[in-house]
């Protein structure tokens, strides 16, 4: 067993570490508008559930060069944002809207997304998700050092849109939604095997 200290690793080295053993990570298709109406789209995998009662989100996003990307930029300026759920049919897609852009150009128009009107939030979503979720913010917590580093947001979902072929006496069908999740690099992943095991009483 190597033994690591975490305050002698560069930023990237623990980078390394956290996405090559924390898997597989759920992917967040994130949308965002900016004060001049440009919709953003980015995908997250530092993200996952909070809370079910009621219904919330937590989302990461780190700050490169101490700069906040567009996405958080967004969020804190009008604490609205909609999560989709990325799949195996749009995970292509999605991957195009990692591209860096000014923040006065739309990744949605790059990728070739459609966009849909939202109904608790003025963020819109995408068509191409088959589960997205209207968020508006509860909490945004800035993290890390000096810098910081990061900033953690969790969401309220005020509104949840899931495709009828999918979904079932309230229950998601698993393989009908095909989510993929983020490893390390440039490495996806699939749902494979599944398998049960009884919690203990």
Do not use: W
Not at 82 to 87: K, L, P, Q, R, T
Not at 144 to 157: K, Y
Not at 166 to 188: C, F, H, M, P, W
């Amino acid at each position: 067993m190597i033994s690591i200290n975490p305050k002698q690793n560069s930023e990237r080295d623990n980078y390394k570490l956290l996405i090559g053993t924390i898997i597989p990570r759920p992917i967040a298709f994130v949308t965002t508008q900016s004060e001049d109406g440009i919709v953003n789209g980015a995908p997250f995998s530092y993200f996952n559930i909070v809370s079910s009662n009621p219904p919330m989100v937590s989302l990461a996003i780190q700050r490169p060069n101490d700069h906040l990307k567009d996405t958080a930029r967004n969020i804190y300026n009008n604490r609205q944002f909609v999560v989709h759920i990325v799949d195996e049919d749009n995970v292509a897609k999605i991957n195009e809207t990692a591209a860096s852009l000014p923040a006065t150009e739309s990744e949605i128009e790059l990728a070739n997304l459609t966009l849909v009107q939202s109904e608790n939030v003025s963020v819109p979503g995408v068509k191409e998700a088959k589960v997205r979720m209207e968020c508006r913010l509860v909490q945004a917590i800035p993290l890390g050092g000096e810098g910081p580093g990061s900033d953690l947001f969790i969401g309220e979902v005020v509104r949840f849109h899931v495709d009828e072929a999918i979904y079932e006496d309230g229950r998601i069908d698993t393989r009908g939604l095909n989510a993929v999740s983020r490893l390390a690099g440039s490495n996806y992943a699939a749902i494979g095997d599944i398998f049960s095991i009884e919690r203990p009483k």
